[in-house]
């Protein structure tokens, strides 16, 4: 979490411009920012309380400056404060450094820096780091003392610093994201290509353990052995216009529509390729399905997919717990990782765990070049372009999409299962109209009171309607829980009550005679029953039509909730782009 960027260049404004950058990164944290900007002897430091987003230009202005650098905050050590937010600095703010991460070992480096007389300001953790840059700065050049401190550290970081005076920005790398830009005599170093994209598409990943140094170029280091470290300028072919929001009010609500193309190019992939992995998932000693939140419950949807397609069973792990089943592991066994973001701390934590073991790892993520991405030994892009919104929506359908594809490619029916992803996208597209929309809002208007509502699904809609809680919590801060409907009856039922909302999730086949039996349960509690199918049934109050589309049914009966999720969000004044306590890579354990 949190975003951070800094720019080095001739352009004069170098403070506004690292602010316009951290905007495009907001959505990795948003409850402070901050940022530091060279005045010669010393450095202006600015920070304030809340989203970047409310900065306006008119009243703050900045002296002029060609380097700087910033961050948006998300909070791990200490409290929402301006003392907490960075830029932190070392106590005559000639150094400033910004911080995304964890020190895991900063008590100790704090007791250390406190014995010498350091005083510290704030309660993170990442203060350190300016401090002990100070200190090997009494010894050293300002370039070499960052590199001693870099070694120092301990966790998972990516750390920007700069000295007041000194033409270099320094940016490490242990963990957590870091990307160069390369402009016209200028350059960018950002979490996330967004903070530059619309001055480069020249771009040069930092891997772990690597720190760059920005001055008349770029200068890259291994950490830990200072040796000089080769790399390339890759271009990639993002564009600028699938990062904003063009007409609509939200980005959520853009990348909800977005899905009439992105399940298209989700499995516009190498036949051969799709092939090949199959054959990995099939000679595997067993296959791991690893994700966190949204991710996590596209691996459960996968589970039963794989299982009704393929007749072949898959593990599913959240990846938090997965360290504590690495003895499962062989070297023959196969980690498939699912991560939009492909920086998610606790799936690369998995993917350690299973390198670790010498398993192979194959990542199933949006963001290309992210580290699972190139940690992975076989990666499939799902090409939603950038996913802005904290909730996940676009990425989700997509990856359900791409696993749907391998299952079929398991069991020799790629074709096949091409055909039906290529007809529920037209479904889809038929969909996402605005009549559909308003029936949606309709509904966020009757309930938007309530405060608490349940959502229950069996097979793989269960694994749907524990996605569908985590859209309406996240979201509309509604108290919502998914449940299978088989397991109401054994406890959950005792919360229905008179008007309770309850989403019903509801696909053709083996399961829709006892998923409705668990809504009519519910209903005879005085529970209000929501029906997504794809045909009305007596027992609905409120029906929400979906197109029936056969084991793809998880990827058409998430959409309608997505929307309803946004609508009640809109509709109670949250920001459903920014929801609080949240943010969009959590790049901490
Ligand atoms: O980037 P990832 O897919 O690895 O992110 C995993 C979760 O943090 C993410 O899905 C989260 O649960 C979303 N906010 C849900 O909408």
Not at 20 to 37: M, N, P, Q
Not at 371 to 381: G, I, P, V
Not at 428 to 451: C, F, G, V
Request: net charge neutral; with cysteine; charged share 25%.
């Amino acid at each position: 979490m949190c975003g951070i960027f800094a720019y080095l260049g001739p352009r004069k404004n170098a403070a506004e411009f690292v602010i316009h950058g951290l905007t495009k990164l907001e959505y990795r944290g948003y409850d402070s920012w901050g940022v530091a900007y060279d005045e010669g002897i010393k450095l202006g430091i600015y920070r304030q309380i809340g989203k970047i987003s409310d900065y306006d230009p008119v009243k703050t202005k900045f002296p002029e400056s060609t380097m700087a650098l910033g961050h948006s905050r998300w909070a791990t050590h200490g409290g929402v404060t301006v003392a907490n937010a960075h830029p932190h600095t070392n106590s005559d703010s000639t150094i400033a450094i910004v911080h995304n991460g964890i020190i895991e070992n900063f008590d100790e480096l704090k007791k250390e820096l406190v014995d010498k007389g350091y005083v510290f300001k704030s309660q993170t953790d990442s203060e350190v780091i300016a401090h002990l840059i100070n200190e090997y700065c009494k010894t050293m050049d300002f370039e070499k003392a960052a590199k001693e401190a870099m070694k120092r550290f301990e966790g998972r970081y990516a750390v920007l610093a700069m000295k007041a005076g000194e033409r270099k920005i320094i940016a490490a790398r242990r963990g957590s994201p870091l990307i160069v830009g390369i402009g016209n005599n200028e350059y960018f170093v950002a979490s996330d290509i967004p903070a530059f994209l619309e001055y480069t598409r020249k771009v040069m990943y930092l891997d772990d353990n690597q720190l760059v140094v920005l001055n008349n170029g770029t200068h890259f280091f291994d950490i830990t052995t200072g040796k000089p470290v080769e790399k390339r300028v890759v271009e990639i072919n993002w564009k600028t216009e699938s990062a904003e929001k063009g007409n609509f009010a939200h980005f959520m609500i853009k990348e909800i529509m977005e899905q009439k193309d992105t399940i298209y190019r989700a499995i516009n992939q190498e036949d051969s390729e799709i092939e090949k992995i199959a054959e990995e998932i099939k000679k595997a000693y067993g296959t791991f399905l690893i994700g966190c939140g949204t991710a996590g419950k596209v691996c459960l949807a996968a589970e039963y997919i794989f299982a009704k397609v393929a007749k072949r069973h898959v593990n599913v792990v959240v990846g938090s717990e997965f360290p504590s089943h690495q003895d499962f592991l062989k070297e023959k066994s196969l980690v498939i990782a699912v991560s939009q973001s492909g920086e998610t701390a606790d799936t690369l934590e998995a993917i350690e765990v299973a390198k670790k073991k010498k398993s192979k790892v194959l990542s199933i993520v949006n963001v290309e070049g992210s580290t699972m991405d190139r940690e992975s030994d076989y990666s499939l892009h799902i090409k939603a372009g950038p996913e802005k919104a904290v909730a996940s929506t676009k990425a989700t359908t997509s990856q359900i999409a791409i696993l749907t594809l391998l299952a079929y490619a398991c069991d020799g029916r790629l074709q096949e299962g091409k055909t039906l992803l290529i007809d529920t996208a037209g479904k889809i597209n038929d969909m996402l109209n605005p009549r559909y929309e308003e029936h949606i809002h309709a509904l966020a208007e009757k309930i938007q009171h309530h405060e608490s509502m349940y959502v229950i699904g069996k097979a793989v809609n269960y694994a749907i309607a524990l996605e569908a809680a985590i859209k309406l919590q996240e979201v509309s801060y509604i108290h919502a829980e998914g449940f299978a409907g088989g397991e109401l009856k054994h406890g959950p039922i005792a919360l229905i009550s008179e008007g309770t909302p309850c989403i019903v999730l509801v696909s053709n086949g083996d399961t829709r005679t006892d998923i409705l039996n668990n809504a009519r349960e519910v209903k005879a509690r005085g529970g209000f029953i929501i029906g997504v199918a794809p045909q009305n049934e007596e027992v609905f109050d409120y029906w929400i039509k979906v197109p029936d589309v056969g084991i793809a049914s998880p990827i058409v009966n998430i959409i309608p909730i997505q929307l309803l999720a946004y609508h009640l969000a809109v509709l109670r004044q949250n920001n459903p782009d920014m929801p609080r306590n949240l943010a969009k890579s959590v790049t901490v354990k």
